[in-house]
């Protein structure tokens, strides 16, 4: 039987509307953005500002396209640098590879040691060594983990933001009740980090995840399913 309800929502908005309803509780929706923070300090500080403003959602996008959240994404989800680096189209095999080598030089240090293994509590503990760079992710995982402590959605696109997801996975994974990726990607790195959170994205734009446009598309569709 047809459903003739003008108002009835299927598929993506239909499950975003569902996620947004299961978090809000009795709160109005407030949106904070936090955008590119500069380490997991100013992450955190920016998260609980947010929050003791009022905010009961956390737009969260950390840009850039870097090694070290691939390196970390790879490390987390055990699968080799060259399915975290993507080959565009106009990229020599060469460049490729170059990539691909310095994911993998990144990674040499802690090949040996997975996540699970007694001496190493998780990844978030085995990353931040010296000579890895992964000051965006670390960022990004503690944006998240502050705002699940304070039971406050956050969605979040981004590599580094999914870099950052993927630390959260392997250190509390009550956080995941509380964070939803935007939206599906062509990029490798953020692929592999969805599979790894095991988390549906609120859409499937199938974009790259370099802007904030995916973001700012999902919360206008947030406007559509719960109008204020």
Known sequence: MANDDPNAVTGDLARLRDWWANRRGDRERSIAWILDPADDDEARRAVDRAIDSGAT????????DDS???AVIAFVANVPATDVVEQRPGTTDHAWMEAV???RDLLEPFRGVSPEDDGVDSAAHALPAPGIPAAKAHAAQAAITSAAQRETAIIFDGLAAH?????VSTADSRAQEWMLPATSSTDPAIREAQILLDIEPATHFGTNGGDATS????????DVVDPA
């Open 68 to 70: 070290a959240s691939r």
């Open 101 to 103: 080598a310095e994911v």
């Open 57 to 64: 959602l956390i737009a969260l996008h950390i840009d850039g």
């Open 163 to 167: 870099a950052g997801a993927a630390l």
């Open 215 to 222: 973001l700012r598309a999902v919360l206008s569709l947030l």
